[in-house]
């Protein structure tokens, strides 16, 4: 304990003391009183009790003043006075009452009304230079036969009552700083840490405090950043000035790398910047999200680059191999409405966990019912790439179309089954069509044939081989083993 809160503990017992001897000196059991002061001694004698008694009171370390019974002020000592604010010829005469503030006023009306019969304390504030003070009230009653009212002391407990506060402050602190989720980092003004939660050991692991904050947490920042190193962010707000929202990144740490800083001044009840606090958010979900979005804007970007390129030759081969508008017309269309089904189906799955088999039954869907005993689909779930998926949609489409009209689905009793071969180099589809008009190899090779056969062609290892077989056509298609993935049902 502090000689100041040592001071403060007995001034109770002091007051106590004081008001034992007024007690005394009222009811004639001292004729006489000795002072001792630093270096005298000082007898005051009991004749002539009025000045004797306010000789008395002005030797008090602490504020002392004899009230009326209305609470008139008869006298007060120059501590008292001070504690007031306020000299004796302002207030003396006049109700004590009139001159303390609201809610120091109403606690002393308490006391006083308690005290008429027995000794009363209460704790009040008041206001000195603008200051908040605390006060320790204790009144007794006052009476020497000719004048009757209240003895009334003051005890300052400013410094133990700011003393607690402080304490409690500092406890509470501690408690919000250790609750925090984010890291949280105090730093005296010279940026040497004080305090530190445990969230930042996901930041920078060891014992942090006592060390400066540019030394122990290793931070970089981007170069387009407003604040170049630590020591620039610590005297950046040291000197008053709240950041917020600065990133920066952590690379040696064992968890979180990438953080949103947050930091403000540290002050006191309005005194000067005593140091800052920082706060670390963890950033790096969010920075992994901004890179996966510009990877994809720029994956976008490409796909729809190449998308217009295959429309265009689309386009321009379907019209080198149709001699009227209408059938220009049915055979682009088709074949975009192809492209956008598989497009359609690749935004419905996010560009991922896309199967051979829902790429067939997308473009077998418009012209046969896949409960039809006709079809028939075996193993067809091996995951494949974007792609892969656009150009085995464009190559089942050519083949769907053609079954349709000359095939085995343009007669009733016509099937059609599809099935899959792994292999070393590539997914082996086979394509097989059976029951209907018995096949002949057209004479011209139209553009349909062209997409079969070329289609996969990106990758050596890619391609389709078309066999115009009399029972039915026949297709053997291989997709390179890149572009494919393990059965999605089983993952």
Request: aromatic fraction near 6%; charge should be negative.
């Given at each position: 304990?502090?000689d100041?809160?040592?001071?403060?503990?007995r001034?109770?017992?002091?007051s106590?003391?004081a008001?034992?001897?007024?007690?005394?000196?009222r009811?004639?059991?001292?004729?006489?009183?000795v002072?001792?002061?630093?270096?005298?001694?000082?007898?005051?004698?009991?004749?002539g009790?009025?000045?004797?008694?306010?000789?008395?009171?002005?030797?008090?370390?602490?504020?002392?003043?004899?009230?009326?019974?209305h609470?008139?002020?008869?006298?007060a000592?120059?501590v008292?006075?001070?504690?007031?604010?306020k000299?004796?010829?302002?207030f003396?005469?006049?109700?004590?009452?009139?001159?303390?503030?609201?809610?120091?006023?109403?606690?002393?009306?308490?006391?006083?009304?308690?005290?008429?019969?027995?000794?009363?304390?209460?704790?009040?504030?008041?206001?000195h230079?603008?200051?908040?003070?605390?006060?320790l009230?204790s009144?007794?009653?006052?009476?020497?036969g000719?004048v009757?009212?209240?003895?009334?002391t003051?005890?300052?407990?400013?410094?133990?009552?700011r003393?607690?506060k402080s304490?409690?402050?500092?406890?509470?602190?501690?408690?919000?700083?250790?609750?925090?989720?984010?890291?949280?980092?105090?730093?005296?003004?010279?940026g040497?840490i004080?305090?530190?939660?445990?969230?930042?050991?996901?930041?920078?692991?060891?014992?942090l405090?006592?060390?400066l904050?540019q030394?122990?947490?290793?931070?970089t920042f981007?170069p387009?950043?407003?604040?170049?190193?630590?020591?620039?962010l610590?005297?950046?707000?040291?000197?008053?000035?709240?950041?917020?929202?600065?990133?920066?990144?952590?690379?040696?740490?064992?968890?979180v790398q990438?953080?949103?800083i947050?930091?403000a001044?540290?002050?006191h009840?309005?005194?000067?910047i005593?140091?800052?606090?920082i706060?670390?958010?963890?950033?790096?979900?969010?920075?992994?999200?901004?890179?996966?979005q510009?990877?994809?804007?720029?994956?976008?970007?490409?796909?729809?680059?190449?998308?217009?390129?295959?429309?265009l030759?689309?386009?321009?081969?379907?019209l080198?191999n149709?001699?009227?508008l209408?059938?220009?017309q049915k055979?682009?269309?088709g074949?975009?409405?192809?492209?956008?089904?598989?497009?359609?189906?690749?935004?419905k799955?996010?560009?991922?966990d896309?199967?051979v088999?829902?790429?067939v039954?997308?473009?077998?869907?418009?012209?046969?019912?896949?409960?039809?005993?006709r079809?028939?689909?075996?193993?067809?779930d091996?995951?494949?790439?974007?792609?892969?998926?656009?150009?085995?949609?464009l190559?089942?489409?050519?083949?769907?179309t053609?079954a349709?009209?000359?095939?085995a689905?343009?007669?009733?009793?016509?099937?059609?089954?599809?099935?899959?071969?792994?292999?070393?180099?590539?997914?082996?589809?086979?394509?097989?069509?059976?029951?209907?008009?018995?096949v002949?190899e057209?004479?011209r090779?139209?553009?349909?044939?062209?997409?079969?056969?070329?289609s996969l062609q990106?990758?050596?290892?890619?391609?389709?081989d078309?066999?115009?077989?009399?029972d039915?056509?026949?297709?053997?298609?291989?997709?390179p083993?890149?572009?494919?993935?393990?059965?999605?049902?089983?993952?």
């Open positions: 304990m502090s100041a809160d040592k001071a403060a503990s001034r109770p017992d002091i106590n003391e008001e034992e001897t007024l007690r005394a000196i009811e004639g059991e001292v004729d006489a009183l002072i001792r002061r630093s270096t005298t001694e000082e007898v005051f004698s009991l004749q009790w009025d000045d004797s008694y306010r000789a008395f009171m002005e030797t008090m370390d602490h504020g002392a003043a004899a009230l009326g019974a609470a008139e002020v008869l006298y000592n120059d008292f006075c001070r504690f007031l604010g000299p004796l010829s302002e003396q005469g006049g109700s004590l009452l009139d001159n303390l503030p609201a809610t120091a006023r109403q606690t002393m009306a308490g006391l006083l009304k308690i005290a008429r019969t027995e000794k009363q304390t209460a704790q009040i504030s008041l206001k230079e603008g200051e908040e003070q605390f006060f009230a009144a007794a009653p006052f009476d020497t000719i009757s009212g209240f003895a009334l003051l005890t300052d407990l400013t410094d133990r009552v003393a607690e304490s409690a402050s500092e406890r509470a602190a501690s408690a919000i700083i250790a609750s925090a989720n984010e890291a949280v980092v105090v730093c005296d003004k010279d040497r004080t305090h530190v939660n445990v969230a930042i050991s996901a930041i920078q692991e060891g014992d405090v006592g060390k904050f030394d122990a947490v290793k931070l981007p387009s950043s407003s604040i170049a190193s630590s020591d620039d610590i005297s950046t707000v040291v000197g008053g000035s709240a950041l917020q929202g600065i990133e920066a990144r952590a690379p040696e740490a064992p968890h990438d953080v949103l947050s930091a001044p540290l002050t009840e309005g005194e000067a005593s140091g800052c606090v706060t670390m958010v963890d950033f790096s979900e969010r920075k992994i999200a901004e890179r996966q510009l990877l994809l804007m720029g994956e976008l970007d490409h796909r729809v680059k190449n998308t217009l390129a295959l429309v030759s689309i386009s321009s081969r379907t080198s149709e001699d009227t209408e059938g220009f055979s682009f269309s074949r975009i409405q192809a492209l956008a089904a598989t497009h359609n189906l690749l935004a799955k996010a560009w991922a896309l199967t088999g829902d790429i039954s997308t473009e077998l869907a418009p012209f046969i019912s896949l409960d039809n005993n079809v028939q689909l075996e193993q067809l091996m995951g494949i790439t974007p792609r892969a998926a656009i150009a085995l949609g190559t089942i489409h050519e083949l769907t053609n349709v009209k000359y095939g689905l343009s007669a009733e009793n016509g099937k059609l089954r599809l099935s899959v071969e792994p292999g070393p180099e590539f997914l082996r589809l086979d394509w097989v069509e059976s029951g209907g008009p018995q002949k057209p004479h090779k139209g553009f349909g044939r062209t997409v079969i056969g070329k990106y990758s050596s290892k890619g391609g389709a078309l066999d115009f077989h009399p039915g056509v026949r297709c053997s298609i291989r997709i083993i890149e572009d494919v993935v393990e059965p999605l049902k089983h993952r």
